[in-house]
C-alpha cells in the first residue's frame, strides 16, 4: 500500500469512528431529550398580542411531552398535545391538534419544526415556515424562554400547573 492510501484510510476509519459516537449520543427517544429546554415559553411578541386579546401557551415537559395552546376569545381555541425531541439545533413537536374557530373545527395530526437559537436573552424557538393548517398556534413569531415552571396564561383556563395534572391532559389531548 502507497503511504498516501494508507493516511487516507486512517483519516476515513477516524470519521467513521467519530460519527458512530455522535450518531449513539443522539437523543432518539423522549426520555433523551435535553432538559435544558424544557419550561414555559412566551411568544416573543406576547405583549401586543395579548392586548390584542390574541394569548400564546407552550410548555415543554422534561420527560419529552409537550402543550401548545392559543385562544382568542369568540373565535378561536387550539390545543396541540404530543412528544418533542431535539436533534442538533431543531427543536421537533409530533403530536395531535384540535382548532375550534367561529368558522369551524378540526383535528389533524401535529407536527412542526423549531430552529433552536441561544442568546443573550436565553432560549428562542423559531418556527420554521410551512403551510400553516394549525391555525393560531402556526403563528410564524418566535417563543422565548419564560421559566421553567408551569405558567399558563389562556383566559379559557383549562391548563393545570401541576406537573401530573398537565401530564394526563397532554396524555387526553393527543390520544
Same mark, same amino acid.
Given at each position: 500500500?502507497?503511504?498516501?492510501?494508507?493516511?487516507?484510510?486512517?483519516?476515513?476509519?477516524?470519521?467513521?469512528?467519530?460519527?458512530?459516537?455522535?450518531?449513539?449520543?443522539?437523543?432518539?427517544?423522549?426520555?433523551?431529550?435535553?432538559?435544558?429546554?424544557?419550561?414555559?415559553?412566551?411568544?416573543?411578541?406576547?405583549?401586543?398580542?395579548?392586548?390584542?386579546?390574541?394569548?400564546?401557551?407552550?410548555?415543554?415537559?422534561?420527560?419529552?411531552?409537550?402543550?401548545?395552546?392559543?385562544?382568542?376569545?369568540?373565535?378561536?381555541?387550539?390545543?396541540?398535545?404530543?412528544?418533542? %425531541?431535539? *436533534?442538533?439545533?431543531?427543536?421537533?413537536?409530533? #403530536?395531535? +391538534?384540535?382548532?375550534?374557530?367561529? $368558522?369551524? !373545527?378540526?383535528?389533524?395530526?401535529?407536527?412542526?419544526?423549531?430552529?433552536?437559537?441561544?442568546?443573550?436573552?436565553?432560549?428562542?424557538?423559531?418556527?420554521?415556515?410551512?403551510?400553516?393548517?394549525?391555525?393560531?398556534?402556526?403563528?410564524?413569531?418566535?417563543?422565548?424562554?419564560? %421559566?421553567? *415552571?408551569?405558567?399558563?396564561?389562556?383566559?379559557? #383556563?383549562? +391548563?393545570?400547573?401541576?406537573?401530573? $395534572?398537565? !401530564?394526563?391532559?397532554?396524555?387526553?389531548?393527543?390520544?
Amino acid at each position: 500500500m502507497r503511504p498516501v492510501t494508507s493516511t487516507i484510510l486512517a483519516h476515513c476509519s477516524t470519521i467513521v469512528l467519530a460519527i458512530a459516537l455522535l450518531v449513539a449520543n443522539a437523543p432518539v427517544f423522549a426520555q433523551d431529550t435535553p432538559p435544558k429546554y424544557a419550561g414555559t415559553y412566551k411568544i416573543e411578541s406576547w405583549q401586543d398580542l395579548e392586548s390584542r386579546k390574541l394569548f400564546h401557551f407552550f410548555y415543554l415537559q422534561s420527560g419529552g411531552a409537550f402543550l401548545l395552546g392559543a385562544e382568542w376569545p369568540a373565535r378561536e381555541t387550539s390545543r396541540a398535545a404530543g412528544e418533542w %425531541r431535539v *436533534s442538533g439545533d431543531r427543536l421537533s413537536l409530533s #403530536g395531535k +391538534i384540535a382548532v375550534s374557530t367561529n $368558522k369551524g !373545527r378540526w383535528q389533524v395530526p401535529f407536527r412542526r419544526t423549531y430552529l433552536i437559537q441561544i442568546g443573550k436573552a436565553g432560549i428562542s424557538l423559531r418556527p420554521i415556515p410551512e403551510k400553516n393548517r394549525f391555525g393560531l398556534l402556526g403563528w410564524p413569531d418566535s417563543f422565548l424562554f419564560h %421559566r421553567t *415552571s408551569i405558567v399558563p396564561n389562556l383566559p379559557g #383556563g383549562g +391548563i393545570p400547573t401541576e406537573p401530573e $395534572k398537565l !401530564r394526563a391532559l397532554i396524555d387526553w389531548l393527543k390520544n
